[in-house]
């Protein structure tokens, strides 16, 4: 089948499927008539396969060396199995920062509520977030990632 067929068949673009056979992790055959892809039912099992795994956040990466072990005639259950626990951990990390995030918005908007709107000083642009602090007095500051951090006041 051509790339818009293989495309139809599992509700993608055809770009998709050309990106994925691009990079190598679709193979499809050349017709010695046309030089046209011609993609068959490997083809379409790995293209379903990449879209699964792409779903459960696999990288690109990951599912080249899954490919590849599996074209070597190796099982990847066990490494795609550690690939799914880290990626558990890794989003149970984030959710949990995400609900602290929730909090914290959700504290601001409820203090902010009835706070006036100031207009800018030469040393304030909005005391709202100037004057917001953490639980232990301490403000939030900004680092390099763009991630709030504590970082203690300075005694003088």
């Not at 046309?34 to 990951?62: C, T």
Request: charged letters at 25%; a positive charge; glycine letters at 4%.
């Amino acid at each position: 089948m051509k790339v818009n067929q293989l495309a139809n068949e599992l509700g993608i673009t055809a770009d998709t499927v050309r990106f994925y056979t691009r990079i190598g992790l679709l193979n499809p055959n050349k017709s010695p008539v046309n030089g046209y892809k011609v993609y068959d039912h490997k083809d379409k099992s790995r293209m379903q396969f990449i879209l699964s795994a792409r779903r459960l956040d696999f990288s690109v990466e990951e599912i080249k060396v899954i490919f590849s072990k599996t074209d070597h005639g190796e099982s990847a259950c066990h490494l795609v199995r550690t690939l799914v626990k880290q990626k558990l951990a890794e989003t149970e990390r984030q959710f949990n920062e995400m609900v602290r995030l929730r909090s914290r918005l959700a504290h601001a908007v409820e203090q902010w509520s009835t706070m006036p709107d100031n207009l800018p000083t030469g040393n304030m642009i909005c005391h709202l977030i100037e004057g917001s602090h953490q639980t232990d007095g301490t403000p939030a500051r900004i680092n390099q990632d763009d991630k709030i951090t504590l970082t203690p006041t300075e005694v003088k």
